[in-house]
């Protein structure tokens, strides 16, 4: 019994040794792994191409997404020339007023709107070779044309806007201003009459930018982020839409489709496929600046009152009047409102609402166009809302019946005064004279039928046949024989 207990106690002291060991070795383990520094995280989102209005939603859309996972950075790589500067505006606004930590990265270039972008995160790195600047505002001309110059109005404000941007992120101030302003002058940078852009040497010698890299894990590397996490964050497919949705000309070329899909359906019974794709292309229109943060409450409503007030003028009341000219009022108005947004100038104001205008006219002339014509086609009556009547109903041409009255003689039963009964082949006849009063036994001779009106006049009545001839010729006869 002795030593079977002695060998069971040293058994126990045993295993209890190798399971101190084990938690030692366990809780060094865990250490070790704790004391192991995490890979931060950075978001990535891309900024290429045309900077438009819808842009901005993406853009709010990563800087909270970032915000939430607890993200060390969000990288902007841009590389653009630029856009609307209404756009540009927007995301500049949403840069200054995040708390997160946002890094530009310049491959290769960053114009115009793209620069306002740039200038607003709290640090810029760009690529060697990249450019920064040329930021003056213009205006979009015809298609086809050149760009147009702006109000000094404009100028003053975008200037402004790239100073307190730089101000706000401790940047030269007045190089900013030299990128807007021609009339703005560097000595040894810019000369007076000439916009600044910068090369990526001379951005970061004036201190507007932070640092050069050639990739964005160097750019990375430059700020203090070396090995961090990357999570690209690309535009997903309503944002994509809304980017097409908001371009002028696809917005100008949707108003004239809705307005073509309207006026048709007002003047076709029934609803059908020209309502629905009416109202689906100015729902598009009005849903695209809506999302990108231009189209308000104000706009919807008047854009609606302006298409009922055209259905009550072209289905309820008789004519085109008041309630017509308010409603393309209203309808132009609504759809300015909702593609400009505030803060607009009177020069970009005018030019959209002509735009608009211009869009109007031509769903009119094409609405007027495809209802002459479209009857002529193989089940194209159906599609028509025809106010004339046919035959049958004695309005629209004369009945087939009547018609054979047209050049016929008679004589006037009664007195026309100016209607009354007439004699015609045997026939009593009701018929209408030209406005003169014809006694009872007047001759008459049809002039025209119209309608179910048969129309007479007085003529002459018709010479009996000559009997002179007809003695001389006997006379003539006898003499003969």
Known sequence: MGPRSIDCGMLRSRLAFFCCLLLLGLSLLGAGLRAQPQRPLVYVAPIEGTIDLGLAPYMKRVLDEALAAGAAALVLGGNTLGGRVQGGVQIRDLLLDSPMRTIAFVNKRAISAGALISLAAREIVMANGGTLGAATPVMAGAPGGGAMPVEEKTVSYVRKEFRATAEARGRPPLVAEAMVDADVAIPGVVDKGKLLTLTTDEAVRLKVADH???????????????????????????????????????????????????????????????????????????????????????????????????????????????????????????????????????????????????????????????????????????????????????????????????????????????AGIADIDGQRVDVVSDGELIDAGTPLVVTRVDGNRIVVRAAPALSPPSTTTSTTSTTEKGTDS
């Open 212 to 418: 050069r890299a050639d990739n964005i894990a160097q750019a990375l590397e430059r700020v203090g982020l070396a090995g961090a996490e990357l999570r690209p964050i690309a535009p997903n497919w309503a944002e994509n839409v809304v980017r097409i949705l908001t371009q002028p000309m696809v917005a100008s070329l949707l108003v004239t489709v809705a307005m073509l899909g309207i006026l048709i359906e007002l003047r076709t019974p029934g609803f059908g496929v020209p309502g629905a794709l009416g109202l689906a292309a100015l729902g598009l229109v009005l849903w695209g600046h809506w999302l990108a943060q231009l189209a308000g409450l104000e706009a919807l409503l008047l854009v609606a009152a302006g298409v009922l007030l055209l259905a009550l003028e072209l289905l309820v009341i008789p004519g085109f009047g008041i309630a017509g000219l308010v409603g393309i009022a209203a309808l132009v108005a609504g759809l300015v409102m909702g593609m400009t947004g505030e803060g607009n100038t009177a020069q970009l104001l005018t030019l959209v609402a002509a735009r608009m205008v211009f869009s109007l006219l031509v769903a009119i002339g094409l609405s007027l166009l495809m209802l002459r014509f479209v009857s002529h086609l193989p089940g194209g009556r159906r599609l028509i809302l025809d106010t004339r009547l046919d035959a049958g109903h004695g309005y629209a041409s004369p009945p087939p019946e009547d018609s054979h009255w047209l050049g016929r003689r008679g004589t006037a039963h009664s007195m026309l005064r100016p």
